[in-house]
């Protein structure tokens, strides 16, 4: 339980500290940089490669394929692993949506705007953040139960890396956001593993 009870305090350190940096303004050169190097080199192809990996983490298909594999989790009879896992869209959701609610966001680089005026929540990333969150928990408990192999497992590893630089490419978010999201969803993962863990004991 030592690993993830350390992985979940450092992604909240980082998680806070790189809040901190974004509300103070102090990641705008960085996110600027990388926003326009990504943009001044899109290509056709590059579109069409991260068109499919941005439409397959949207939330409710990521949640739909949690649900599944909690369906299938509970139907043989692996409980525990099913519970670890289910909580966790649910608790990636809540930290999304306390952010929208209390954190100053900025403005999108793509400068989406809904009808209200207000640019969307772009801090953390949410996809980034529900994606990582939910495959390296999804990960841990069917490599911990045996139940995947092990190019299964590396490819639920890839998926958020993949998603957040998709994400960034398509310019919907800063690369602040993307990291955040990265962090934020490490530390929900973290406790799902901690629920999961403290279970077996």
């Known amino acids: ?19 901190r940096k974004v509300a103070a303004g102090e990641t705008r050169l960085v996110d600027e940089r990388v926003h326009r190097f990504l943009q001044a080199h899109r290509t056709r192809a590059l579109d069409v490669v991260t068109k499919p990996i941005s439409l397959l983490s949207i939330p409710l298909l990521i949640v739909a394929a949690t649900a599944v594999v909690v369906w299938w ?3 043989i009879g692996r409980n525990n692993a099913a519970l670890a896992i289910g909580v966790t869209p649910i608790m990636a959701a809540a930290l999304g ?11 999108a680089p ?8 207000k640019s969307p929540a772009t801090f953390p990333s949410g996809h980034t953040t529900g994606v990582t969150a939910e ?6 408990v069917l490599s911990a139960e045996r139940l995947a192999s092990h190019a299964a497992i590396a490819g639920l ?3 958020p890396l993949l998603v957040g630089v998709a994400r960034l490419y398509r310019d919907r978010h ?19 593993i901690l629920l999961y863990q403290a279970h077996l004991l």
């Open 97 to 107: 949506q306390a952010f929208t609610s209390f954190f100053p966001q900025p403005k």
């Open 1 to 19: 339980m030592l690993v993830p009870l350390g992985t979940l305090v450092t992604a909240t350190l980082l998680l806070v500290l790189i809040a």
């Open 135 to 140: 495959a390296l928990a999804i990960a841990y």
């Open 110 to 117: 793509d400068a989406v705007v809904e009808e209200s005026g």
């Open 157 to 159: 590893l890839a998926w």
């Open 73 to 75: 989790l509970h139907h």
């Open 174 to 192: 800063w690369l602040s956001d993307t990291v955040a999201g990265w962090v934020a969803g490490i530390g929900v993962a973290s406790i799902s």
